[in-house]
Structure formats: structure tokens, C-alpha cells
């Protein structure tokens, strides 16, 4: 028999058949709602992210073979001002929603729904989509469901599309080659966004949904199954209803390749980019932002059961990596969003007060932060009059918060940094960088105490007399740490952590938060309080546990960021005073810990010097290391 060399971009390849297609996919993750190169809140060009500068890496991608197919895989319609502001007001929406008018200018051909899609309700989320021109699909977002099966479900979209794409093989024949694409989510969106979905939508396991439609994909004249999976790379085993399941996705019989994403990481990484299978299928989750391009290459082979995998490759392209050239911006994709881009720059330079002092999120995870009471005060006062009249109105009021923007997985630029001066609405966006909602929940001390120990199990246990201790676990979100206003207390952090990662009991007698008062006496257990928060940590994101329907006491469907707004304007800068101090850590003799934080901190050296910290240095990843005495 003859053989035949297959041009192949891996590798040569010495098969014994002549008829090979070489498909590729394309994907991007993540986006929320980048699309210029631009950072709002600072109102700068950036060069590390930005679907302007990924559409550059598409169309080098799209040149290399003439067979090759763009999804996104979720969480493109929110997340930055152009989509939170420009797309929500009522000029634009009566238009194309930018973000949709981009994917429809590069040709996507499938995208799949992230859980921040919903952010905004359904009506919101139909009437952008019924502008894509490529189909959206989800197959575990359940609408009207009156099964207990899979098989029963009303999918509130599609739950699979199939594409034929006319694919040259080797010989240069043409064959139609028909992929199927299934989207899957986080099943926690009902829990997230509850106030839009309760009673709307119901959410299945990715696992066994996949389970259960992969056999109907491919009865339904799929050769490829691609699964366009908006989760994350767990390390532990499969739990039913688990958040991040791609690895025990790709165990699936029938699916042939997988996108995943939701946790903004880069797979395969680049210090191991042979490693790129799950389950021995291709694999890659692209960043976000745009900061990366999945590529995901098949070698096919037509046999008489159909086609067949016979060899694969998958990639994260980064638009900036070392020593390589920086992926230019697009000057097509740009003139498509310029109208929206100058529209989002107009709306966040609105003045809405002034700040006597710097605003920053380097330090939340050390100490009592000023922007925080921002939020927390603004959330406090809302509440207070929601319950005016209502048999609520005596509770005391606590109001919870967390950073958002804390370095992690976006790198060490990505913090909160407002400077002393005019506060416009890019700075209030840029401190509130989400949706979210106001709740005020009924708790007990007894609960609220709870609450401080999940939120105090963010750092490591830390040992008398011992120097520069790594203080932040980084299995932990920055946002995981919440501080409650209203209340003092310290967190002594030579105990054990009570709580993981994912808010499981792991040290039931461990106690971090000590000497917690209100008002200047002991915080009593069965005391009641009205406790303002938003609806992503009321209904269970995090290591938070999702309160009961008797616990709420107020929902609405304001975003805070409006009500922050509103409330800067009005305050006459007495939200800017110097917050009321809340917590601190327990001075551990002989201690020190070492944070890593945004090098952005060195503009401000009052903080640093208040706090007697050492600059150490930048760390490889580009964080700044300080030491801190406790």
C-alpha cells in the first residue's frame, strides 16, 4: 500500500491512506465585554487584552487552513462599562448590542452561555441574542421544565447546533464534515442569579447532561463533537452539581474536543504546552478578556464507521507573550465598536464627586480599607430606607462587602486605583465592576459570626515568631474576602482555618474571629441584625452558603453600582470620610507575612509606611512582595 506524508503544522505524519482533513477550531472565552484594547476605569490603552487585538490572532489563525470554525464559550455580554453602561442605556438599547455586533463581524459560528449572561434578566439576554447571526446553545438551562429527566427538558435555548463546514482534504477534495457543538454552564446560575431566574429556569449537571445529549448529537448526524463547556478544570473527583467540570467532561464518551473557561485561566500552560489533553481529548481554556486565542487542530481520517481522530493539538495564543510580536489591533473589528467605544468614554467621564484622598484595593487583604466603606455604607443606607415601614425597620444593620478587583488570575495591574481628585462614574465602575443587586437577609450573631470565619479562612495559619509567612491562599478568590461593617473584630490567624475553598466545615472548634462587638459590647448570638449585601453572596456564590427564602428580607433589582452612584452624588463627600474601623488582625509576636499586591501600591508610601511594611521587590509573576509585621 502507498503511503502518504500529511502536511501537518505538528509534525510530520506517515499514514497509509491519502484522504485527511486537517480542522481546525477556533474559540475565545471569557471576554465580558472587552472588545477595545482599552482599560475604562483608568481610560488608557492596555496591550495585555481586548477582542480587537484577539480578531488579529483569528484572522492569522483563519489563514493557515482553509477549513476552521470560531466559537466563544461564554461570559461575553458583561463585564466592562461598554457593556454594564453604553449597551444598558436607553439609547443603545434599541441598537445592536456592541458586543453582538463584533462577534457578528468576525463570523463566529457558535457560542455557548456563560453564567454572567444572565446577569441583566431574560428578556435583556433574548433580545441580544436574537441579534447574533450564529446560533447561542446551552443544554443545561432548563425553562419550564415539568421532568425529572433530561429527556423531558425545555432547554431555554438550543441545546446543540449542528455545523457542516465543506472541508479540502489532502488531495484537495471536498468533503462536508458536520460538528457538533453543545454548550454547558455552571449549574449555580440559579443560584447567582436568582432574582432572575427563580421560577424561570432550572439548572442540570454538566456531566450528566452531556450524558445524555451527546448520543442525540450524534443521531442527529454529528462526526465531531466539539463541547463548548463554560466551566473550569477541576483537580478533585466529579461532584454532581460541581461548578468547574471539564475534566470529568472530557470523560464523556463521544465528545471529541473540548473549549473550557469560567475561571479566567490559560490551558494548556505555557511552561508545559505538550500538556494539552483532558481525558486524551484536546483541551484549551483561552484567558479572558481576550487575552488569548484556543486553537484546537484534528487531523481527520474517513473510514467506513465515519471519520475519525487521528491526530490532535491544541494551543492558548496570547495577543502579548514573551518574545513574541504583540498582536496589533484590528483596524476592521475597531471602526465596528468605535461608535460604542466613544459612547462608553463619554458616559464614564461624567463627574459624580470629589475624594479628599487616594482610593485602592492593594491592601484590602491587611487592613481596614476606605473604598470598601464606599460600598458598604452605600449598601447600609439603601437598606435602611427599603425597610423604613416595613416590620423590619428596627433591626440593627450590617452591610457586607468584598474587593473585587484584587490581582489573581487578570495579573498585577488589576486593582482599584482612583486617585485624590474628581470622581467620575469610570472610577465608581471601576470600584463596582459588576451587576450585582441589593439583598438585606435576617441573620442572627450567631450567623453573621459564621459569615466572618468563612470570610477569615481566605488566609494561611500563621505561626508565632517566624518571618515573612505567606499570608493569602491563592485557592481563594480575592472577592472571597468579605469584611462587615457595622461590627469590630480581629481575626487571629494562629488558628486554623474553619472553612475550604468551598465553604466545607474542616475545623469545627477553630475560631479566627475574636473580640467581635457592636456598638462596644460583645456580639450576642442570638442578637438579630438586617445584614446588606448583593445577590451573587446572598444566594450562595462563594464558600457562602445560599440563604433561605424566609432570610431575605429585601430584594431588589437596582444594581448597587447605581445606588453607589446615586449616593456619591448626593453625600457631600461624608462616604469619603475615614471609614469607622472594623477589623484587624491580632498582633502574632515575632510575625511577619508576606503579600504580593499590584506595584501600583508604591505611588502610595503614606500606606505603606502607615502599615511599616518592607518592599521586597517585584515577584517573576510581576506582583510587588511587601512584608508585613503583625
Same mark, same amino acid.
Request: charged share 20%; proline share 6%; aromatic share 8%.
Given at each position: 500500500?502507498?503511503?502518504?506524508? +500529511?502536511?501537518?503544522?505538528?509534525?510530520?505524519?506517515?499514514?497509509?491512506?491519502?484522504?485527511?482533513?486537517? @480542522?481546525?477550531?477556533?474559540?475565545?472565552?471569557?471576554?465580558?465585554?472587552?472588545?477595545?484594547?482599552? /482599560?475604562?476605569?483608568?481610560?488608557?490603552?492596555?496591550?495585555?487584552?481586548?477582542?480587537?487585538?484577539?480578531?488579529?490572532?483569528?484572522?492569522?489563525?483563519?489563514?493557515?487552513?482553509?477549513?476552521?470554525?470560531?466559537?466563544?464559550?461564554?461570559? $461575553?455580554?458583561?463585564?466592562?462599562?461598554?457593556?454594564?453602561?453604553?449597551?444598558?442605556?436607553?439609547?443603545?438599547?434599541?441598537?445592536?448590542?456592541?458586543?453582538?455586533?463584533?462577534?457578528?463581524?468576525?463570523?463566529?459560528?457558535?457560542?455557548?452561555?456563560?453564567?454572567?449572561? $444572565? !446577569?441583566?434578566?431574560?428578556?435583556?439576554?433574548?433580545?441580544?441574542?436574537?441579534?447574533?447571526?450564529?446560533? #447561542?446553545?446551552?443544554?443545561?438551562?432548563?425553562?419550564?421544565?415539568?421532568?425529572?429527566?433530561?429527556?423531558?427538558?425545555?432547554?431555554?435555548?438550543?441545546?446543540?447546533? @449542528?455545523?457542516?463546514?465543506?472541508?479540502?482534504?489532502?488531495?484537495?477534495?471536498?468533503?462536508?464534515?458536520?460538528?457538533? #457543538?453543545?454548550?454547558?454552564?455552571?449549574?449555580?446560575?440559579?443560584?447567582?442569579?436568582?432574582?432572575?431566574?427563580?421560577?424561570? =429556569? =432550572?439548572?442540570?449537571? +454538566? %456531566?450528566?447532561?452531556?450524558?445524555?445529549? %451527546?448520543?442525540?448529537?450524534?443521531?442527529?448526524?454529528?462526526?465531531?463533537?466539539?463541547?463548548?463547556?463554560?466551566?473550569?478544570?477541576?483537580?478533585?473527583?466529579?461532584?454532581?452539581? *460541581?461548578?468547574?467540570?471539564?475534566?470529568?467532561?472530557?470523560?464523556?464518551?463521544?465528545?471529541? *474536543?473540548?473549549?473550557?473557561?469560567?475561571?479566567?485561566?490559560?490551558?494548556?500552560?505555557?511552561? !508545559?504546552?505538550?500538556?494539552?489533553?483532558?481525558?486524551?481529548?484536546?483541551?484549551?481554556?483561552?484567558?479572558?478578556?481576550?487575552?488569548?486565542?484556543?486553537?484546537? /487542530? @484534528?487531523?481527520?481520517?474517513?473510514?467506513?464507521?465515519?471519520?475519525?481522530?487521528?491526530?490532535?493539538?491544541?494551543?492558548?495564543?496570547?495577543?502579548?507573550?514573551?518574545?513574541?510580536?504583540?498582536?496589533?489591533?484590528?483596524?476592521?473589528?475597531?471602526?465596528?465598536?468605535?461608535?460604542?467605544?466613544?459612547?462608553?468614554?463619554?458616559?464614564?467621564?461624567?463627574? #459624580?464627586?470629589?475624594?479628599?484622598?487616594?482610593?485602592?484595593?492593594?491592601?484590602?487583604?491587611?487592613?481596614?480599607?476606605? $473604598?470598601?466603606?464606599? +460600598?458598604?455604607?452605600?449598601?447600609?443606607?439603601?437598606?435602611?430606607?427599603?425597610?423604613?415601614?416595613?416590620?423590619?425597620?428596627?433591626?440593627?444593620?450590617?452591610?457586607?462587602?468584598?474587593?473585587?478587583?484584587?490581582?489573581?488570575?487578570?495579573?498585577?495591574?488589576?486593582?482599584?486605583?482612583?486617585?485624590?481628585?474628581?470622581?467620575?462614574?469610570?472610577?465608581?465602575?471601576?470600584?463596582?465592576?459588576?451587576?450585582?443587586?441589593? +439583598?438585606?437577609?435576617?441573620?442572627?450573631?450567631?450567623?453573621?459570626?459564621?459569615?466572618?470565619?468563612?470570610?477569615?479562612?481566605?488566609?494561611?495559619?500563621?505561626?508565632?515568631?517566624?518571618?515573612?509567612? @505567606?499570608?493569602?491562599?491563592?485557592?481563594?478568590?480575592?472577592?472571597?474576602?468579605?469584611?462587615?461593617?457595622?461590627?469590630?473584630?480581629?481575626?487571629?490567624?494562629?488558628?486554623?482555618?474553619?472553612? /475550604?475553598?468551598?465553604?466545607?466545615?474542616?475545623?469545627?472548634?477553630?475560631?479566627?474571629?475574636?473580640?467581635?462587638?457592636?456598638?462596644?459590647?460583645?456580639?450576642?448570638?442570638?442578637?438579630?441584625?438586617?445584614?446588606?449585601?448583593?445577590?451573587?453572596?446572598?444566594?450562595?456564590?462563594?464558600?457562602?452558603? *445560599?440563604?433561605?427564602?424566609?432570610? #431575605?428580607?429585601?430584594?431588589?433589582?437596582?444594581?448597587?453600582?447605581?445606588?453607589?452612584?446615586?449616593?456619591?452624588?448626593?453625600?457631600?463627600?461624608?462616604?469619603?470620610?475615614?471609614?469607622?474601623?472594623?477589623?484587624?488582625?491580632?498582633?502574632?509576636?515575632?510575625?511577619?507575612?508576606?503579600?504580593?499586591?499590584?506595584?501600583?501600591?508604591?505611588?502610595?508610601?503614606?500606606?505603606?509606611?502607615?502599615?511599616?511594611?518592607?518592599?521586597?521587590?517585584?515577584?517573576?509573576?510581576? $506582583? *510587588?512582595?511587601?512584608?508585613?509585621?503583625?
Amino acid at each position: 500500500m502507498t503511503k502518504h506524508i +500529511i502536511p501537518w503544522p505538528h509534525g510530520t505524519i506517515d499514514y497509509a491512506q491519502s484522504e485527511y482533513v486537517w @480542522l481546525r477550531l477556533l474559540g475565545t472565552s471569557d471576554v465580558h465585554a472587552h472588545l477595545m484594547a482599552f /482599560d475604562y476605569s483608568k481610560d488608557e490603552h492596555v496591550d495585555q487584552f481586548g477582542l480587537v487585538r484577539t480578531a488579529t490572532l483569528i484572522k492569522h489563525a483563519r489563514s493557515e487552513t482553509p477549513n476552521s470554525l470560531l466559537f466563544d464559550n461564554g461570559d $461575553f455580554l458583561q463585564g466592562s462599562a461598554l457593556s454594564d453602561l453604553t449597551a444598558m442605556s436607553e439609547e443603545y438599547l434599541t441598537k445592536t448590542h456592541p458586543v453582538i455586533s463584533a462577534m457578528n463581524a468576525l463570523r463566529y459560528d457558535a457560542a455557548c452561555l456563560g453564567n454572567h449572561e $444572565f !446577569n441583566f434578566g431574560l428578556e435583556t439576554l433574548k433580545a441580544a441574542l436574537a441579534q447574533a447571526d450564529f446560533p #447561542v446553545v446551552c443544554a443545561n438551562a432548563i425553562a419550564l421544565s415539568e421532568g425529572k429527566h433530561p429527556e423531558e427538558d425545555n432547554t431555554w435555548t438550543l441545546p446543540f447546533a @449542528l455545523l457542516p463546514i465543506s472541508a479540502a482534504d489532502t488531495a484537495g477534495e471536498m468533503h462536508t464534515i458536520t460538528v457538533g #457543538v453543545i454548550g454547558l454552564l455552571p449549574p449555580q446560575i440559579t443560584t447567582w442569579d436568582h432574582a432572575h431566574l427563580r421560577g424561570r =429556569i =432550572i439548572s442540570r449537571d +454538566i %456531566v450528566q447532561t452531556a450524558r445524555d445529549q %451527546v448520543p442525540k448529537i450524534r443521531a442527529a448526524g454529528a462526526d465531531i463533537i466539539v463541547a463548548l463547556a463554560h466551566t473550569g478544570i477541576e483537580e478533585d473527583a466529579h461532584i454532581e452539581g *460541581a461548578e468547574n467540570a471539564a475534566n470529568a467532561l472530557s470523560s464523556v464518551p463521544g465528545i471529541d *474536543a473540548v473549549f473550557a473557561g469560567h475561571t479566567h485561566n490559560v490551558f494548556p500552560h505555557s511552561n !508545559n504546552p505538550k500538556s494539552f489533553k483532558l481525558s486524551y481529548k484536546p483541551t484549551t481554556m483561552p484567558g479572558f478578556r481576550g487575552s488569548h486565542l484556543g486553537v484546537i /487542530d @484534528l487531523l481527520l481520517s474517513q473510514e467506513n464507521q465515519g471519520w475519525r481522530i487521528i491526530e490532535s493539538y491544541a494551543e492558548a495564543r496570547a495577543v502579548k507573550s514573551v518574545g513574541a510580536k504583540l498582536a496589533s489591533e484590528d483596524p476592521d473589528l475597531m471602526k465596528v465598536v468605535q461608535a460604542a467605544h466613544e459612547e462608553t468614554r463619554r458616559i464614564t467621564a461624567k463627574p #459624580v464627586t470629589r475624594s479628599t484622598r487616594p482610593l485602592h484595593s492593594y491592601m484590602t487583604q491587611v487592613r481596614d480599607d476606605g $473604598f470598601l466603606a464606599l +460600598i458598604q455604607k452605600a449598601q447600609k443606607e439603601a437598606l435602611r430606607n427599603a425597610l423604613e415601614h416595613t416590620e423590619f425597620a428596627e433591626l440593627p444593620i450590617l452591610s457586607a462587602a468584598s474587593p473585587f478587583k484584587t490581582g489573581g488570575n487578570a495579573g498585577a495591574s488589576y486593582y482599584t486605583d482612583v486617585p485624590a481628585g474628581p470622581i467620575s462614574l469610570r472610577h465608581i465602575s471601576d470600584i463596582y465592576p459588576f451587576p450585582n443587586t441589593l +439583598i438585606g437577609l435576617s441573620l442572627t450573631g450567631s450567623e453573621v459570626l459564621d459569615w466572618l470565619e468563612r470570610a477569615a479562612s481566605c488566609f494561611h495559619q500563621i505561626a508565632p515568631g517566624e518571618k515573612r509567612q @505567606l499570608l493569602w491562599n491563592s485557592d481563594f478568590a480575592g472577592h472571597a474576602f468579605d469584611t462587615v461593617y457595622g461590627l469590630t473584630y480581629e481575626i487571629d490567624l494562629t488558628q486554623q482555618p474553619r472553612h /475550604d475553598v468551598t465553604g466545607t466545615l474542616i475545623n469545627p472548634s477553630a475560631q479566627r474571629i475574636r473580640n467581635a462587638q457592636y456598638l462596644g459590647h460583645r456580639l450576642s448570638p442570638s442578637m438579630q441584625f438586617a445584614v446588606a449585601t448583593n445577590n451573587f453572596r446572598a444566594f450562595g456564590g462563594g464558600q457562602y452558603p *445560599a440563604w433561605s427564602p424566609e432570610k #431575605v428580607i429585601f430584594s431588589d433589582k437596582t444594581s448597587i453600582l447605581d445606588i453607589l452612584s446615586a449616593r456619591l452624588r448626593a453625600s457631600n463627600h461624608d462616604l469619603l470620610a475615614e471609614p469607622q474601623s472594623s477589623w484587624r488582625f491580632s498582633p502574632i509576636a515575632g510575625a511577619s507575612v508576606l503579600l504580593e499586591t499590584g506595584p501600583g501600591l508604591r505611588q502610595h508610601q503614606q500606606d505603606i509606611e502607615a502599615m511599616g511594611a518592607i518592599d521586597l521587590g517585584d515577584a517573576p509573576n510581576g $506582583f *510587588a512582595r511587601f512584608e508585613f509585621p503583625l
